[in-house]
């Protein structure tokens, strides 16, 4: 998640479990800190694009030595206020700000390596968006109403609020998947895989992601959608390409990374990687430069985003359920299957 929500959810957290033992700033302030702690691997650069990626949210994510940390972390912050009698507290208060940190980045697509050093599997459940102000704006006006001399009850309804939200994700994204799949069972395509995550800022409306042996379809729904078929588009996937980049160690993590949902492509006698969870039809945020696919040389990071102003326009409309052509849909020439069918089913 954003930085700004692991500051609230950090906040919050410390808050609740201190309570009125210390001055409620400092339960906040500390709180955002340990909220802020793991994201600071973000300023080291491994020297190689695919590594920078992988790599975040990787040891300093991780469960154990998250847990490794807490006490030493409560022990200066205790010793700093003169706490000393309170300081099992605060460690149990920033224990809890510091391992929440990880286990909110689960519930997005990105991938979160819990478990190191024991395994490096990245997790994601990809039910929330990186940013979702239903999330955030509860534990915000929670902590924020307890610094101005509210009663804990408020913070206490924040947290509430937005754990509450977590569950509301699930299940909506369980919905959309069974939508999903049902509209393409239908159609008779050859699915592998399928990933169900929320666009932009909400849980209301849904990309998916079907890889086939061939193709790759992209596809939205929306909860406030009529009984209408889901438009997909769809794409090559590049499967002819993968011999030319098996040797790549940068293809191999980002196939690895992807859980299988990544697309290949060749211009100019240079190959490209694309991670397909993040972004959106044409523009995604991971792609990746393999050179010639040797990996002799570093690889470099060629993501883009798709214009802010006419895709918020997008977002607007299609939440609200109604029909729009997305970005990817309105490129020339890509083929669609929904609203003007193929003339064969995908494989």
């Not at 309804?157 to 509301?168: E, H, K, Q, R």
Request: charged share 15%; glycine share 10%; with cysteine.
């Amino acid at each position: 998640m954003d930085s700004l929500t692991q500051i609230a959810l950090g906040s919050a957290v410390t808050v609740a479990v201190m309570g009125r033992r210390t001055a409620v700033w400092k339960s906040a302030l500390w709180g955002a800190v340990a909220g802020t702690l793991p994201d600071l691997d973000a300023f080291i650069d491994h020297g190689d694009a695919v590594l920078n990626m992988v790599l975040h949210r990787a040891e300093s994510h991780a469960l154990l030595f998250l847990t490794l940390g807490a006490p030493v972390l409560a022990w200066i912050v205790a010793r700093l206020h003169g706490e000393g009698a309170i300081w099992r507290r605060w460690w149990l208060a920033l224990w809890l700000a510091l391992v929440t940190h990880p286990l909110l980045d689960t519930m997005t697509v990105y991938g979160t390596q819990l478990l190191q050093p024991f395994s490096d599997h990245p997790f994601g459940v990809g039910s929330l968006f990186i940013i979702d102000p239903a999330y955030t704006l509860p534990l915000l006006a929670g902590v924020i109403a307890v610094l101005c001399g509210a009663r804990l009850r408020w913070n206490q309804a924040g947290l509430a609020l937005s754990t509450l939200y977590i569950g509301w994700s699930v299940l909506a994204q369980q919905h959309a998947t069974e939508v999903a799949r049902a509209d393409l069972q239908a159609r008779g395509v050859d699915v592998q895989q399928l990933l169900v995550t929320p666009a932009p800022l909400n849980t209301v409306l849904w990309r998916m992601v079907a890889m086939t042996p061939t193709h790759y379809l992209e596809g939205h729904y929306g909860l406030l959608d009529d009984d209408r078929q889901i438009t997909w588009t769809v794409h090559d996937r590049g499967a002819d390409l993968e011999s030319a980049v098996a040797g790549h160690a940068g293809a191999q993590r980002i196939r690895a990374f992807s859980h299988g949902f990544y697309s290949l492509s060749q211009a100019d006698g240079r190959y490209f990687i694309t991670d397909l969870r993040m972004g959106q039809e044409p523009s995604y945020v991971f792609r990746f430069d393999l050179a010639d696919g040797s990996g002799s040389t570093p690889t470099v990071g060629r993501g883009g985003r798709n214009d802010m102003d006419s895709g918020l326009k997008w977002l607007a409309a299609r939440v609200r359920g109604i029909e729009v052509p997305s970005p990817g849909a309105q490129a020339p020439g890509v083929k669609l299957l929904g609203a003007a069918d193929l003339s064969g089913p995908v494989r």
